[in-house]
């Protein structure tokens, strides 16, 4: 995983390099060498960039399973594998060798799907939203909706966690994890 450094100040005209030696030499080595730098805006945007992809991932794949699902078209049990666990097999072959690599990986008709569909599903409506979150992130607008909720007490956020775990996908994915005997056990504390 990278580390991320910001310069507030560079007096010296030096900090870039000392905090790269230190990341270097603390074996955070993905971005720190000195022939390839990543480099970034020093703009709040981590957390923003969790935010969409947290906020988008498990409704993407609930929409998906209630979409597969809707009217008998696919078991519940299927669903949750096509959906869900096939994620991860895409996610791997991302994190393996970038889009491309998936693409490639995949079969050809589902890499024309991913060319034909994928931009209806993740259209230009979608994209404006995801300004509007980083907008938000950026004005401070959701550190105040966040703490006026957890000073309220939390009761919306705990209406939605309820009825996002009472969700048929969470069901189903369990027993189905049950029976695959080399997954690790994960379990949310009650």
């Given amino acids: 995983m990278p580390a991320l450094l910001a310069i507030h ?17 603390s074996a955070v080595r993905a971005g720190a060498s000195s022939r390839r ?8 945007t981590s957390s923003a960039s969790r935010r969409c992809s947290v906020a ?3 409704h993407l794949i609930t929409a998906a399973f209630e979409t597969l699902t809707g009217g008998g078209r696919l078991s519940a049990g299927a669903g949750v594998l096509e959906v ?6 895409i996610v791997d ?3 393996q060798g970038g889009i491309k690599y998936m693409r490639y990986s995949v079969s ?7 060319y034909v569909s994928g931009p209806r599903v993740i259209d230009d409506r979608v994209k404006a939203t ?6 938000d ?9 966040w703490m006026a909720e957890n000073q309220q007490g939390r009761g919306e956020f705990l209406r939605l966690r309820k009825t996002a775990n009472e969700h048929p996908i969470e069901e189903i994915g369990a027993e189905l994890r049950g029976m695959m005997s080399w997954l690790p056990t994960a379990k949310v504390p009650e």
Avoid: C, N
Avoid at 108 to 114: K, V
Avoid at 137 to 145: D, L, N, P, V, Y
């Fill in 84 to 89: 869900l666990h096939e994620l991860k097999l």
């Fill in 9 to 25: 100040q560079d007096v010296s005209g030096k900090a870039a390099d000392v905090a790269l030696a230190y990341a270097y030499g």
């Fill in 108 to 114: 050809d008709t589902a890499e024309y799907g991913d």
């Fill in 56 to 58: 988008a991932s498990p």
């Fill in 93 to 95: 072959q991302i994190y």
């Fill in 137 to 145: 992130i950026q004005s401070g607008e959701f550190a105040k909706e």
């Fill in 37 to 44: 730098r990543l480099r970034t805006r020093p703009k709040p």
């Fill in 130 to 135: 995801m300004q509007q979150i980083l907008g």
